[in-house]
């Protein structure tokens, strides 16, 4: 009974989490949108709306530099712990080649005797 209450409770939290994201993207695609379409009727606006126009695309423009300042700061994290994880898996493989190698020279070490053994 605990299992399926905790496995509702999972659920709705993955849902609640989804469709939070979900929002996040349908917002951020409408500020690139009206962004777009801010810049395009400027073009064509009367300059008295060009001050207002401006500081809706400053507005704008702003989130969007803040979001690509982001995105690539994640970027250089991800390629930060990218490299970590294949310092780590070197230094793994060292000392599994490590281990193995000395296990080899303990092989060769015990063979030593039965090696003496025979060329006597």
């Not at 780590?88 to 005797?113: F, R, W, Y």
Request: proline residues 2%; charged residues 35%; neutral net charge.
């Amino acid at each position: 009974m605990f299992a399926g209450v905790s496995g509702k409770s999972v659920y709705e939290s993955d849902s609640i989490i989804k469709q939070s994201i979900e929002n996040i993207v349908k917002k951020e695609k409408k500020i690139i949108s009206d962004y777009e379409n801010l810049r395009n009727f400027r073009k064509v606006a009367n300059p008295t709306f060009i001050s207002d126009l401006d500081k809706l695309l400053e507005e704008r423009k702003m989130f969007l530099t803040y979001k690509i300042d982001s995105k690539e700061d994640q970027c250089k994290s991800l390629l930060k712990l990218l490299e970590y994880i294949n310092t780590l898996d070197a230094k793994d493989k060292q000392l599994q080649s490590d281990i193995l190698l000395d296990k080899i020279n303990s092989i060769e070490n015990e063979t030593q005797p039965f090696k003496m053994v025979l060329l006597k």
